[in-house]
């Protein structure tokens, strides 16, 4: 069946370090790839997503590319901040409003 | 104005109880979802509805039961609750192929 692999967390970083998160994904079809995020205590929000071969989706200073070939969309921020500790989630969707399906999360601290 | 609402936030109940959380999205949309994350944070797919309309079960327990009285809601009821049915729930609503989903702020269910 489809599946996402995250890197296992947690993840400490000093602030301004440069964050990779990696994720690779399975699937049958040509899924849509997302990123999410958790801020402690609230529900999941989109960050990016990219939904062919070779797209870069971006917001907030992160960025991931889908890679066909390597079937990855790894997560990468060149400085992270305290603000963006929280659990990020990669997903997938193949296709209609059909649901996502989750990695298990990486939990990142950053600390000052 | 919140996009996806949940009530109750949190839920404290005994085993053996029957409860329901109820969704509610202003959006429009016409496909709504309920997830599960475990205590490790682990997302997976409970039910999808689109237009009232069960499309997806995944396999849980029958004594989980959604409800849609219309397309800006759905419920979820839990019969007999046990100890491992502790976990944060969340629904969200999306429109249209390989729509973003929007969450809501999810509902902490602890059994004891």
């Known amino acids: 069946g489809d599946s996402v692999t995250q890197m296992e967390g947690p993840v400490t970083l000093s602030e301004e370090a440069f964050l990779t998160i990696n994720c690779t994904y399975t699937a049958t079809g040509y899924p849509s790839l997302f990123w999410y995020v958790q801020y402690p205590g609230e529900g999941l929000q989109l960050l990016l997503k990219a939904t062919k071969a070779d797209d870069k989706g971006s917001n907030k200073g992160f960025e991931a590319t889908y890679r066909k070939e390597t079937t990855s969309f790894h997560l990468e921020k060149g400085s992270v901040q305290v603000s963006d500790s929280a659990v990020y989630f990669c997903a997938l969707q193949i296709s209609g409003n059909t649901p996502l399906v989750f990695g298990k999360g990486t939990r990142l601290s950053v600390i000052a | 104005d919140t996009a996806v609402s949940q009530t109750p936030k949190y839920l404290v109940t005994q085993m053996g109880n029957d409860k329901s959380i109820k969704c509610e999205q202003n959006l429009g949309h016409d496909t709504m979802y309920w997830y599960k994350q475990d205590s490790k944070k682990f997302l997976k797919i409970m039910f999808s509805?689109?237009?009232?309309?069960?499309?997806i079960n995944e396999t849980v327990p029958n004594r989980f039961s959604p409800k849609s009285p219309d397309k800006a809601h759905l419920n979820l009821h839990i019969n007999s609750l046990e100890l491992g049915d502790s976990a944060v729930y969340f629904c969200?609503?999306?429109?249209?192929?390989?729509?973003?989903?929007?969450f809501g702020p999810g509902t902490r269910l602890t059994v004891t």
């Open positions: 509805y689109n237009n009232k309309e069960l499309i």
């Open positions: 969200a609503s999306s429109q249209g192929e390989l729509a973003k989903q929007y």
